[in-house]
């Protein structure tokens, strides 16, 4: 009877570890052939416009700034669906202004939507989201002026800080118990035709909010002067264990860009859709599917360049 049992035991790890490496072999194809697809489809664009932009409608950020006394307000309808648990943004106010050429102010506030696993649906204020962006270091292509086009490599960091407002949001289960905080590491570099944007951070939780990794990339080309479009994989895991419950996971891929609505350039629609590598139950927090749909305001002076008999600001 002890032989049994222990040949069963075996047999059901043996089994199990089994599917964890099929699981993990088809992530890893389905991630594979997403950016052998990108690689293929930007050569094919053409090379002059290349430049790959993280931030909204993208959870991957990058180390770009607006630029000195600009602003950039993104007004966004953002989706996070699973079967078990869903949360939606109706919608979020997402505010940055350019300090400098290489520092950015953010304030973010979301109208939040979540529903529970009984199928309950609540609303009310999300949490305050606020950060300093500081990019640290770029370099540019020799012998040419320094700009943003022909910029290959830049690093930088944006740490953040999330916090519940005084309502009953967090009571009523809309949003986690704050505060947390979150310190990453972000690059954008151009290899050959493909640029790239990359972020490693920690999400800090509390004693009733695990800390988190998050880390994300992303494959991107402008298409023309008007048209951005990017791939992204990203990757939200949770570090230690809170009260007995099993680590939450969030591996998604997704495609979305940017299209430019005004002559100008002031006014953008964004637009992202993807959902889950892995397999997606009511007990994980996998999304069978998100969304983002906004629109992006750029607002500030003129560039001298684009005017050149407008005074210099002081």
Same mark, same amino acid.
């Given at each position: 009877m002890i032989l049994n049992t222990i040949l069963v035991a075996t047999l059901y790890?043996?089994?199990n570890a089994k599917v964890r490496a099929i699981e993990w072999r088809v992530t890893f194809i389905r991630m594979f052939r997403?950016?052998?697809?990108?690689?293929?489809? /930007?050569?094919i664009a053409g090379a002059s416009l290349i430049r790959a932009q993280g931030g909204p409608p993208f959870i991957t950020d990058d180390p770009g700034t607006p630029g000195n006394r600009h602003w950039e307000i993104n007004l966004g309808w953002i989706a996070n669906h699973n079967p078990g648990n869903a949360y939606y943004e109706v919608p979020d106010f997402d505010i940055n202004y350019g300090w400098g050429d290489r520092i950015q102010l953010k304030y973010e506030l979301? /109208?939040?939507?979540a529903t529970d696993p009984n199928n309950t649906t609540r609303a009310g204020l999300g949490e305050s989201l606020l950060g300093i962006k500081w990019r640290l270091y770029e370099y540019h292509r020799?012998?040419?002026?320094?700009s943003d086009e022909n910029m290959l490599f830049s690093i930088g960091t944006y740490p953040q800080a999330s916090i519940n407002n005084p309502t009953s949001a967090v009571r009523r289960g809309i949003v986690e118990n704050g505060p947390q905080y979150y310190l990453p590491v972000e690059f954008t570099a151009k290899v050959g035709p493909v640029g790239f944007d990359g972020e490693v951070g920690h999400w800090f939780g509390n004693q009733l909010v695990p800390s988190r990794w998050g880390r994300g990339l992303i494959a991107g080309h402008e298409f023309s002067d008007r048209l951005e479009l990017y791939g992204e994989i990203y990757d939200l895991q949770d570090i230690n264990r809170l009260n007995g419950l099993s680590k939450q996971r969030e591996l998604t891929m997704d495609i979305g860009g940017r299209q430019t609505l005004d002559h100008g350039g002031h006014i953008r629609l964004l637009f992202m859709g993807g959902r889950a590598i892995q397999a997606v139950t009511r007990q994980n927090s996998e999304p069978n599917w998100t969304a983002y749909v906004g629109?992006?305001?750029?607002?500030?002076?003129?560039?001298?360049?684009?005017?050149?008999?407008a005074p210099t600001p002081r």
């Amino acid at each position: 009877m002890i032989l049994n049992t222990i040949l069963v035991a075996t047999l059901y790890v043996h089994l199990n570890a089994k599917v964890r490496a099929i699981e993990w072999r088809v992530t890893f194809i389905r991630m594979f052939r997403i950016i052998q697809i990108f690689l293929v489809l /930007i050569p094919i664009a053409g090379a002059s416009l290349i430049r790959a932009q993280g931030g909204p409608p993208f959870i991957t950020d990058d180390p770009g700034t607006p630029g000195n006394r600009h602003w950039e307000i993104n007004l966004g309808w953002i989706a996070n669906h699973n079967p078990g648990n869903a949360y939606y943004e109706v919608p979020d106010f997402d505010i940055n202004y350019g300090w400098g050429d290489r520092i950015q102010l953010k304030y973010e506030l979301p /109208i939040a939507v979540a529903t529970d696993p009984n199928n309950t649906t609540r609303a009310g204020l999300g949490e305050s989201l606020l950060g300093i962006k500081w990019r640290l270091y770029e370099y540019h292509r020799a012998g040419e002026k320094k700009s943003d086009e022909n910029m290959l490599f830049s690093i930088g960091t944006y740490p953040q800080a999330s916090i519940n407002n005084p309502t009953s949001a967090v009571r009523r289960g809309i949003v986690e118990n704050g505060p947390q905080y979150y310190l990453p590491v972000e690059f954008t570099a151009k290899v050959g035709p493909v640029g790239f944007d990359g972020e490693v951070g920690h999400w800090f939780g509390n004693q009733l909010v695990p800390s988190r990794w998050g880390r994300g990339l992303i494959a991107g080309h402008e298409f023309s002067d008007r048209l951005e479009l990017y791939g992204e994989i990203y990757d939200l895991q949770d570090i230690n264990r809170l009260n007995g419950l099993s680590k939450q996971r969030e591996l998604t891929m997704d495609i979305g860009g940017r299209q430019t609505l005004d002559h100008g350039g002031h006014i953008r629609l964004l637009f992202m859709g993807g959902r889950a590598i892995q397999a997606v139950t009511r007990q994980n927090s996998e999304p069978n599917w998100t969304a983002y749909v906004g629109v992006q305001f750029l607002i500030g002076p003129k560039d001298p360049a684009e005017n050149p008999d407008a005074p210099t600001p002081r």
